[in-house]
């Protein structure tokens, strides 16, 4: 990082002492520690010989390594020996024929909304991003429309990340619907519609299609209708996550189902896809780039 204007008289000294103010980033504000990542350094603290991990959501062999099916090696080995192959910055949204192919994955070949050329797909560098670029659109609905105020509702219990992703693209009201009950251990549906039936119309809702974080407890289909049903009667926005389409059920289409019917019903909606566990990437991914 540069000195600001001024040179040294603010910044580092010539022999590389602090003398002043460091610099104008210096009251930014730390990212918060949350839970799994207190519970890995805890986990690397312990010297027990026979220590598990299982908060992680990487997937590894059992040597230890990330896990690559064949296939992806295969194709990753015929990219490298081919000689016509050159390496040049991606279009601004994304490659057009891997988002047109994930969006054929989310919402089916034959959607309406594909045929009918009303879905946009964007590729980012993780699901994360993903995510983050989905509230950045909000906030500028916020922004430029009344029609929409907040709030944001997530899960509890819900990935940790969630929160602060939309906070720091400006939203601020972030609210919580019941999802997992204790006693019955599994998702409550009743307490659920309980909180979004009280939710104000234009509320955003995030909902896990499948492979719920971090309870990993899915809802049926049957159930799923009833929820999409108050949805629309409520007027709210559904954000659907889809992290790990096809690891749930073992079914591309399965996975999808809450995100298809959605589409189905003639409603709008944004969805967070991501192909990093499915295609045993999850590392490679999150540097390469490779999500929707």
């Not at 230890?64 to 296939?71: A, I, M, N, Q």
């Not at 940790?160 to 998702?187: H, K, N």
């Not at 009743?190 to 809702?205: F, G, H, I, N, T």
């Amino acid at each position: 990082m540069m000195s600001g204007p001024g040179g040294n008289e603010k910044g580092l000294s010539q022999n590389g002492d602090p003398g002043g103010h460091l610099s104008v980033l210096t009251s930014a504000h730390s990212a918060a520690v949350g839970p799994e990542t207190r519970l890995l350094s805890a986990f690397r603290k312990d010297t027990h010989h026979r220590k598990v991990y299982l908060a992680g959501r990487e997937y590894y062999s059992k040597e230890g390594k990330t896990f690559e099916l064949r296939l992806v090696g295969k194709i990753k080995q015929q990219l490298g020996a081919d000689p016509t192959l050159r390496p040049e910055y991606a279009p601004s949204l994304g490659l057009t024929d891997f988002t047109r192919r994930a969006t054929e994955a989310a919402l089916g070949k034959s959607c309406c909304a594909i045929v009918e050329n009303r879905v946009l797909g964007v590729q980012t560098p993780g699901f994360t991003a993903a995510v983050r670029l989905g509230a950045e659109l909000l906030k500028h609905w916020h922004d430029v429309s009344a029609t929409w105020c907040g709030p944001v509702y997530l899960s509890t219990p819900c990935d940790d990340s969630l929160a602060g992703i939309f906070q720091a693209a400006g939203i601020q009201d972030i609210r919580e619907y019941y999802f997992w009950d204790d006693r019955q251990r599994g998702a409550c549906l009743e307490k659920l519609l309980e909180d979004l039936e009280r939710a104000p119309q234009q509320s955003v809702v995030v909902l896990s299609a499948s492979g719920h974080y971090p309870t990993g407890a899915d809802l049926s289909q049957s159930q799923w209708a009833v929820i999409i049903q108050l949805i629309m009667r409520r007027r709210l926005f559904p954000f659907l996550l889809l992290p790990a389409q096809a690891l749930c059920y073992g079914e591309l289409e399965r996975d999808a189902w809450p995100v298809q019917y959605c589409a189905s019903q003639g409603m709008e909606l944004l969805c967070a896809q991501s192909f990093s566990h499915c295609f045993g990437l999850y590392v490679q991914l999150q540097r390469d780039g490779g999500e929707r």
